[in-house]
């Protein structure tokens, strides 16, 4: 598939059969996250995996609102930073996030990107329990890292609409 198929295919999708995603394509979406740029080469992104579906379905419930799918995925990527590496890791965590859902559209996966990092896990509760630290309680995080997101990934028969053009009147300055 070719960048500028795969950028038009890429869709937040939160329908998942229930097909494993394989160990092979797991590993190459890995890989393919970690082809990412970092500031100054730091490196600063961890990723964790996860499969299992009773963490699946608890790891749903970080967030009272948009993590619920996260019980149907077949898999989880916790996509974290180490801030002692870098402290740019937030947007190195984020084009790594990226570039594994760019990825995931190339291997035939859905995905979703799940915010994690400062929300809470009620909505009405800003102030209250955060998302991170219910991720915390579920998963073996080591204390460096920090939770930026979650990509939920899987198959999917789901395709939905297309993303609505940019309007270049609107979204775009050109200096000459």
């Given at each position: 598939m070719e960048l500028k198929e795969i950028l038009a295919a890429r869709r937040s999708t939160r329908k998942f059969s229930g097909r494993t995603v394989p160990a092979e394509v797991r590993e190459r979406l890995l890989a393919a996250a970690?082809?990412?740029?970092?500031?100054?080469n730091s490196?600063?992104?961890?990723?964790?995996?996860?499969?299992?579906?009773?963490?699946?379905?608890?790891?749903?419930?970080m967030r009272d609102y948009g993590s619920a799918?996260?019980?149907?995925?077949?898999?989880?990527?916790?996509?974290?930073?180490d801030p002692s590496a870098s402290g740019l890791w937030r947007e190195n965590a984020s084009i790594a996030a990226t570039?594994?859902?760019?990825?995931?559209?190339?291997?035939?996966?859905?995905?979703?990107?799940?915010?994690?990092?400062?929300?809470?896990?009620?909505?009405?509760?800003p102030d209250g329990a955060k998302a991170a630290e219910l991720l915390r309680e579920l998963l073996p995080l080591p204390r460096e890292w920090e939770v930026l997101c979650v990509v939920a990934a899987g198959y999917s028969d789901f395709h939905p609409a297309p993303l609505p053009p940019y309007d270049p009147e609107k979204d775009i300055i050109r200096v000459p």
């Open positions: 970690f082809t990412a740029p970092s500031a100054r490196r600063s992104t961890r990723i964790m995996t996860v499969e299992d579906r009773q963490i699946l379905e608890r790891m749903a419930r799918f996260l019980k149907d995925a077949p898999i989880a990527f916790v996509v974290a930073g570039i594994l859902q760019l990825a995931a559209v190339d291997e035939g996966l859905a995905s979703c990107w799940i915010h994690v990092e400062g929300r809470p896990q009620i909505q009405d509760r």
